[in-house]
Nanobody, 130 residues
Framework: QLHLVESGGGLVLPGGSLRLSCAAS????????VGWFRQAPGKEREGVSC????????HYVDSVKGRFTIYRDNDKNTVYLQMDSLKPEDTGVYYC???????????????????????WGQGTQVTVSS
């Protein structure tokens, strides 16, 4: 069972920053691609970012590109999502999963797909508001 635990959310002013953590305790996260996903109230879960397991390549959806950074700390068995220049539309519950697939949209940007994952955690709430 590939359980992950998300943390690091909170209430932040527009333009502020947060760093989310996605930690694994019973398997080695470095062997898996990891995706971050979010769900705003009344909306479906959507992909935000993905980091591969093979070459460490990263992908971001257009709405967060240039503001969010995904990276690994294999010593801590954790994947982070650094979120800068936060906007109110970034508000939602953020989840991570040890699976990630992407494709390209017609404009050449990335689409991060929400995987079939049976062990979604509780997520971490991010609220961007003044």
């Amino acid at each position: 069972q590939l359980h992950l635990v998300e943390s690091g959310g909170g209430l932040v002013l527009p333009g502020g920053s947060l760093r989310l953590s996605c930690a694994a305790s019973d398997f080695t996260l470095a062997y898996y691609p990891v995706g971050w996903f979010r769900q705003a109230p009344g909306k479906e879960r959507e992909g935000v970012s993905c980091i591969s397991s093979s070459d460490g390549s990263t992908h971001y959806v257009d709405s967060v590109k240039g503001r969010f950074t995904i990276y690994r700390d294999n010593d801590k068995n954790t994947v982070y999502l650094q979120m800068d220049s936060l906007k109110p539309e970034d508000t939602g519950v953020y989840y991570c999963a040890p699976d990630c697939a992407r494709s390209s949209n017609p404009s050449g940007g990335s689409v991060v797909h929400v995987p079939q994952y049976d062990y979604w955690g509780q997520g971490t709430q991010v609220t961007v508001s003044s």
